[in-house]
């Protein structure tokens, strides 16, 4: 793995700064660029270099990585004034891990390959925690030969990575995990709901919901929340109601009925109408279970 | 844990014969019943003993164990001619780990307790496999201490007992769980449909979702069959859609709305409509996943 | 139409009541009886007579109509002691007009016919004013001529009479009527809902459908009441929300799939759940439309 | 009614020159024009008078009427060389009585009048043969005052006109009634479904239906269709699933949960995907049947 390979990486928020970090203690040589430049200090000390612009980024490495928040940053970091774009040409690798919807990752990468350079997008599942200990999953998609060059580092950053064919895969395959998180989430809701009601104990449920074929991850950490209704954020439910909302307008694009996710939609409006679409997902719950009235 | 205690079998099915095998080779002194005799010998060349009928086992035994196909031939068992019934008396101790509806499970309970001896329903989660290797979870309820009596015989068939409380809520648990898993292989189903159609390859989408908060061993077991067409049944269909359309009942009573599972009942119907009804559950894909009309 | 015909009905509550009365008026020599005699003597003073029991009615009478309030009372004036059934033999004729169940229709008929007499389930459609008016319909089912026989007294009493064939048939149209019936007030209140929502008025919403192909009865009485919240009961809606789901039952066990009515089912329950059981049928407006969280 | 007004009318399909047609058999001057002139033969023979252009039929006319097949054309009229905008000026008057999305009204309703003129959305509601006799019903909204003075013309085509406020809620009406009409019509499929599958005539449910409080035109038009599998095409079913899908759309922006509008929007979407896209709305009953596997 060559350490001589000059590495860019732009935006520095809580996803970009973890997982530019873990690519400074690797070893590599990076530079990095935030809009707001305070933001690149804490690597700056750790041996970082910092750009003026995206595009002196482009310019300076071989292969450039970024990650923003949402479509908007992401086509302003790519499209804007000494961007991305300004700086793409033959030979420049550029791979945005950003989470975007599947038009902008399609538009970014048309222009950037429209400039002979290669483009691969890739955003991740996981978030803050797997991000700082590289453990994130990687859902890459466009360039293949860039997706094997990029290898090493994606290693670095995650605990594994998918190539998933032209880009626009990369989005669609979080919409299709997130339609059925949604799904999910209101499967678990109405099942503490009728059980809890019926007499049993929601805690007994969750204990043998562990023990069996559907014990996973989501149901460990929401479940005991859900109980004690702690609703603190770390997947906002308005996002989780609009990612059903895509992936359903997907599948009426492609003719694809699905009325189980149709259903857990509207419960998810629902949840977001009783002005709960800031906190946590699993607080769709609060909307399920039902308060009887005597 | 006193091995001079005699302990009865009722039921030499493929999960009885399982669970009473692991307590005669857990040393245990076991005397068995099955309505066609055959089916014991091979527990007999272990060295369990056999009675003639039901209540001779119950004669013989403290605690006696019964485990049947469905609710009429736990009915039959009890309540028949020479049954457990008759047998019933202050001091006899009988636990019925047969997978029963609410009502059967209750009425056997209130004739059992009627003659002075203590019932605990215990309905197992678990097929097969998990029943030779001793690892069921066992979902009890009804008579406590004599729950705490059963604890060293549950360790040897079980991994784990739940005690949930009154009699029913064993029953009430089953079909909770078995509702969220019917709405689960309906999400796992919309989610392969909708993504291998806008593109992405089938086994992409089920190892992100291993890496992923939904990773279970549903998904993981189930997932591979159905992207192959292999149903091969493990639960039939027809039972799954039952169970989801029974907690949709319970629901109903309980006034509890549940949308989700609602939905989901009617994909499973859609499916036994379509003659899957003895195939394995996750042969709902086949009705999901739309044939597109050129 | 021979008005020396003796003819019984049974049952004097609003509805038996008024279509004893219009027998009465139109000429007939009608035997009338009901539980508390009281509610007899207006009917008495036009004319009618009464008698001791159903049994008594039945010995009186040629032809003896009925109509309870619910299935246990149709049970009790036909099972019970010197009921229907104690005077029942061949020539004699019953028609239920009690709203009552399959079951409940089948067993009487069986009973009835069981004793040689002749037996016509006849449930109505339409309410207090229809049947004070005349204009009911009639939902007849079970024996042919005795139908044929009927019209006459049928004519008086309603201004339709339909014969569906055998016993239950009345009962099953009565469900499939009513579950379209629950969609179409759910239907209306999420029109309304986001109709009003996105800033149109409801009144032009309740104009417009009034001038095209959905202009019907339900639209023009409950529109509205449901805008003005006025929600005097004339359907309750806990009765609505039992014949969805029993329409949903009559599916489930021909495996006839009803995501639709399943949708419209979950909304009357939470709308149930909500305390509005006892309300019209069309309060589920007041849940299904949101009000919005600042 | 002042006949020396000159009106005019672009658009000569079906309804468009159905509803001039109208207005020269009216006595009003009227001058027209289509994108293919022949169209606008028969109306001359009646009295019209032809103008070369869009911005022609402008000019010369104090109000102008158009009616065109879909948003690109509405847009291609207005906004084309030698269009409707070309000619707009201080005092001059449009109505646009195409069948648009709100989008499109409003960008139309902010040019017109970004010219000084005054612009009137007035889709209407009814096909061919109602707009033959003048019976359509007008959805009109924008400017108010030329609603009132359009009102002697609206009176020659339609029985009536609705006033709704702000340009885009003509376009939002009619996808609130659509969408009614979507729910409806799968309403009626599992009604149908479910009674003739439990041994019911399918003819004696609708004559039942006639008879009750939803007895509607849609249910005495579609239904015997239904029954007899006529599918001729009055409202393609892949338009009635668009605008389903549209007003679930127009929920969502709202945040108004449509539960049982979105399960009609997957019952549609199976029928679109069985390839019945082309077809009348009403063949969604052949999805909804079930076809019983023995």
Request: some cysteine.
């Amino acid at each position: 793995m060559a350490k001589s390979v000059e590495i860019g990486y732009i935006g520095m928020g809580i996803m970009g700064s973890a997982m530019a970090g873990r690519l400074v203690e690797a070893g590599f040589r990076v530079t990095i660029w935030n809009r707001s430049a305070g933001k690149c200090e804490a690597l700056v000390a750790k041996g970082a270099k910092v750009a003026d612009t995206p595009k002196a980024v482009i310019d300076r490495c071989d292969i450039t990585f970024a990650c923003t928040s949402d479509p908007a940053s992401a086509r302003a970091v790519v499209f804007g004034e000494s961007g991305v774009l300004a700086g793409m040409r033959g030979g420049k690798k550029f791979v945005d891990m950003s989470t975007v919807d599947e038009e902008t990752a399609k538009e970014i990468g048309v222009a950037v390959t429209a400039k002979g350079a290669q483009f691969l997008e890739a955003p991740v599942s996981g978030s803050k925690g797997p991000a700082l200990q590289g453990q994130l999953v990687i859902l890459a998609a466009g360039d293949k030969p860039l997706c094997d060059e990029a290898k090493p580092y994606f290693d670095v950053m995650g605990k594994r990575t998918f190539f998933l064919g032209e880009v626009g895969n990369g989005a669609r395959m979080k919409l299709v995990v997130n339609m059925m998180m949604g799904i999910n989430i209101a499967a678990l809701s109405e099942g503490l709901a009728v059980g809890t009601q019926s007499g049993l104990q929601g805690t007994d449920i969750l204990e043998v919901l562990k023990e069996g074929a559907l014990n996973c991850p989501m149901i460990s950490l929401k479940g005991p929340a859900m109980l004690e209704q702690r609703y603190d954020t770390a997947f906002p439910l308005k996002h989780q109601q609009k990612d059903v909302n895509l992936a359903l307008s997907l599948g009426n694009q492609l003719g694809q009925p699905m009325p189980v996710a149709a259903a857990a939609n509207e419960t998810l409006k629902a949840a977001k109408a009783a002005g709960y679409g800031d906190d946590d997902m699993c607080k769709v719950y609060e909307v399920v279970k039902v308060r009887k009235v005597e």
